[in-house]
């Protein structure tokens, strides 16, 4: 279904921007709510950047997803999930370079980020390790996609476990940014922040899928494959949303949220192949999609080991004041989309 009529190259570039618009201000309210209810609830900014935060704004990627499996897209549908994993990663980098002050990965030191990491990497080694393994099918569903499910609840239950039991701590340097409950926001209502954070969120799913449907013309006009069209310019469209709020959430102070929000979406972003697989009829999606989409899940993999890295190495200040990790997967995301360009 497409919600804004077939239009040439300019219109097509006009709506783009109308709409880029309107997920930059819907994202930025939806930071600003986020953040309070992790001051209300008591779960954390790590714990809902993670969770809620980052499904919220996945929205829009999941959609374009299910969809192209549905279609018997395989290879859309793969990319678009795995493009936007690395993408996201690179937007982390984005928001080290705005916040000034310290490294980012150094100032929002919190256990629950840590083990996200940690789950990513999982996750997308199942996705590493699912077109190697046999193509049987259960009801047209591979069983890798019956183990990420599985593999992303638990490990949910570990990170929030490693947050609330406190076995692991950082230690508090001047520049950390520790999480304290504002004031103001525990003073407010829980069911109004609900209220407002699921009509902000079916807001942006809407608005993500509409730019989602507008980034494919543009693809095709532009004459753009398959795969280029999905790991570079649909999967960075409905990623929008986490470079959105991982910058709002820097500009309010709640780093924990900004990490916390793209870790944690990138590992909601793994369940895309999971529910791709499932609305793909035609066997398991894993063993139909080209080495050109797998190496993105290696690229993933790296760029996630990197991160991890710096969350532990938490260097104070790096070169221009941005941290290592930061430098290397900018440099990471650029090889891979010049070699998703050159196969």
């Given amino acids: 279904m497409h ?29 600003e709510v986020a953040d309070n209810l992790a001051d209300r609830t008591g779960l954390g900014e790590a714990v809902i950047g993670a969770v809620l935060l980052g499904a919220a704004t996945s929205l829009p990627g999941i959609v374009v997803s299910v969809t192209a499996g549905w279609r018997g897209e395989a290879e859309l549908a793969m990319s678009n999930a795995l493009g936007g994993i690395a993408v996201q990663t690179l937007f982390l980098a984005v928001a080290d370079v705005v916040y000034r002050r310290a490294n ?9 980020n840590l083990a996200q990491s940690a789950l990513l990497i999982i996750l997308l080694a199942i996705l590493l390790v699912a077109p190697y393994s046999p193509a049987l099918t259960i009801a047209g569903i591979h069983p890798a996609t019956i183990v990420l499910f599985a593999g992303y609840a638990f490990g949910l239950r570990v990170a929030n476990d490693a947050e609330q039991l406190r076995m692991w701590t950082p230690r508090n340097t001047e520049e950390t940014r520790e999480d304290e409950p504002d004031s103001q926001a525990l003073n407010q209502p829980v069911a109004p922040l609900w209220t407002r954070f699921i009509g902000l969120a079916a807001v942006l799913g809407v608005t993500g899928y509409i730019l989602t449907n507008i980034a494919s013309r543009l693809g095709h006009q532009t004459g753009m494959g398959e795969t280029a069209v999905g790991i570079v310019l649909t ?13 709002a959430a820097v500009r309010r102070g709640a780093l924990q949220l900004a990490v ?18 499932v609305a793909y009829r035609d066997g398991s999606i894993y063993h139909a999609v080209s080495d050109p989409t797998l190496l993105w899940v290696a690229l993933s993999v790296l760029m996630t080991g990197v991160l ?12 221009g004041n941005v941290g290592f990790e930061s430098a290397s997967i900018a440099a990471l995301y650029v090889l891979g989309v010049t070699l998703s360009l050159l196969v």
Avoid at 260 to 277: E, P, T, V
Avoid at 308 to 319: N, V, W, Y
């Fill in 3 to 31: 919600l804004i009529p077939d239009l040439s190259l300019g219109p097509n570039l006009a709506v783009f921007a109308v709409i880029a618009l309107v997920i930059a201000v819907v994202g930025t309210r939806l930071t």
């Fill in 308 to 319: 991890l890295l710096g969350l532990i190495r938490r260097e104070k200040r790096g070169l």
């Fill in 260 to 277: 916390g929000g793209i870790i944690g979406g990138n590992a909601f972003d793994c369940l895309f192949a999971g529910a791709a697989d």
């Fill in 104 to 112: 980012l990965e150094h100032a929002a030191a919190s256990t629950a």
């Fill in 235 to 247: 999967s960075v469209v409905t990623s929008l949303p986490e470079l959105v709020t991982s910058i």
